[in-house]
């Protein structure tokens, strides 16, 4: 049962274009969220984050917005960079738990 | 600091064999995980250890066993390996479950 969804499996945008990966969870009991980076061969790499207190978290060209109400989140970067390909994966944590719920990823692809 | 190291980086075993997945870490990180990441898949919880002596089973502990008997190392044991066990396997660890560092893996291929 798949608690956090990244439904976009790829996504292509030109340099210097904005990217918007998205993601939804299930869980009303999570209320950390995550998202990290992973490039080819290597371990995913942590990005940005938002807890559920605030629907806004910024980070140089990488933003983090959270609707509760909609249990969705997304994550803009802007201006995306040829450097930004890679794996993206949205996780999701509830106080108290144990673990991260990751999603299956969405592979962005930023083209010169 | 070398962070999270896992070895080897690479394996291929035959379906019934054994093997023991390396992870070690210098951050005296209390917390350690192992995930395993299938083709188009996310990251599920194999197991988890909040600290030396404690291990307990994440999503899929099946087929796995562990080990904590150092804050540095997190072995991870395949007995009996099967096909179904053909993925990539990351260790992680951190000071809490929200801060989570990853070793860059290891590929393993059951045949």
């Known amino acids: 049962d798949q608690q956090v969804k990244q439904n976009s499996p790829s996504l292509s945008v030109q340099e210097g274009r904005i990217s918007i990966l998205n993601c939804d969870y299930t869980?009303?009991?999570?209320?950390?969220f995550l998202w990290y980076k992973k490039y080819p061969a290597e371990g995913p790499t942590f990005l940005i984050s938002?807890?559920?207190?605030?629907d806004k978290n910024e980070d140089g060209r990488f933003t983090v917005f959270l609707n509760k109400s909609a249990k969705h989140l997304s994550l803009h970067i802007v201006p995306s960079q040829p450097g930004d390909s890679a794996v993206y994966f949205c996780?999701?944590?509830?106080?108290?738990?144990?673990?991260?719920?990751f999603g299956k990823g969405t592979s962005l692809l930023v083209t010169p | 600091n070398a962070g999270v190291t896992q070895t080897p980086k690479f394996r291929i075993l035959k379906i019934g064999q054994s093997m023991t997945l390396q992870c070690a870490q210098d951050?005296?990180?209390?917390?350690m995980y192992w995930y395993r990441q299938d083709p188009g898949m996310g990251l599920k919880l194999i197991y988890y250890?909040?600290?030396?002596?404690?291990?307990d089973k994440g999503e899929v502990p099946n087929g796995y066993n562990v080990s904590r008997s150092t804050t540095e190392d997190f072995p991870l044991r395949l007995e009996l390996a099967a096909p179904s066990q053909t993925s990539v396997y990351f260790c992680?660890?951190?000071?809490?479950?929200?801060?989570?560092?990853f070793g860059p893996g290891t590929r393993l291929t059951v045949t």
């Open positions: 992680a660890s951190g000071r809490d479950v929200l801060e989570q560092y």
């Open positions: 869980n009303s009991m999570f209320d950390y």
């Open positions: 938002i807890s559920s207190i605030k």
């Open positions: 996780a999701a944590s509830a106080h108290s738990g144990y673990a991260l719920n």
């Open positions: 951050m005296n990180h209390n917390y």
């Open positions: 250890s909040v600290g030396a002596g404690i291990t």
